[in-house]
């Protein structure tokens, strides 16, 4: 199976959201291609049953590691799949950088988001300092060791390698040789589990990505915040004529 999905980060009301996979849901991908979308929390609710009846698998943007307690605004495992939600981002740079978030938490989060049925995306990567340093590898390795520690079935896990200085407006696109040395170190890290890679990919740069053998999929951000970005990256990733060109076959 090949994932291909999109973290909305903090850009979409609910109403923008139901729009959203409104017009995804008329998107046809290969057959082999599982859509997969981010969400903010507010969305969620709305969104859950119109993504199922479409297959799109609905993800929260992150989660506490506590099934509950007194964490005033913080949202739990068992609330998400309360609502059907199907998986969980974990350790985001941003939630990293911004937020503080270490990986001991996120391996805490990991193991609750396993324990109550949800999938879990974790997000590893470099940043500008280590991979300065040649220290890429490592990096990510550890970030990998300490968030799936004591997690015995990866079966629901989904990792993305997203190095920090790619990712967003002030990213760089990375080049082949800059993700070989960690995706190597992932994949001699762990076996058998989704790989897929994310940080500044355009419709330009999705299939030069697509195409690398480590890679089972793409994570966009920026490109596919719209429904046309999503499925134009997509289209490109995976070679497809473009909806219109379809539209005359
Ligand atoms: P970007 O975001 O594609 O806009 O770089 C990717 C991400 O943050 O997951």
Known sequence: MTLFGTNVKMHQTATESRAFIDALALFQPPADVQ????????????IVEPARRAGIWVGAQNMHAAVDGEYTGEVSAPMLADIGVDLVLLGHAERRRLFHEDDVT??????TALAHGLRVLLCVGETAAEKACGAGPESVVRQLKMSLHGVADLRRVIVAYEPVWAIGEAGTEAGPADIAPQLAAI?????????VYGGSVTEGSARRYAELAEIDGLFVGRAARSAAGFCHVLEAAYRMPREKERAHE
Request: net charge positive; glycine share 8%; aromatic share 8%.
């Open 35 to 46: 859509m997969f979308t981010i969400l903010p929390f507010t969305s969620l609710p709305a």
């Open 106 to 111: 996120i391996g805490r989060k990991v193991e």
């Open 187 to 195: 994949r001699a890290a762990i076996d058998g589990v989704p790989l």
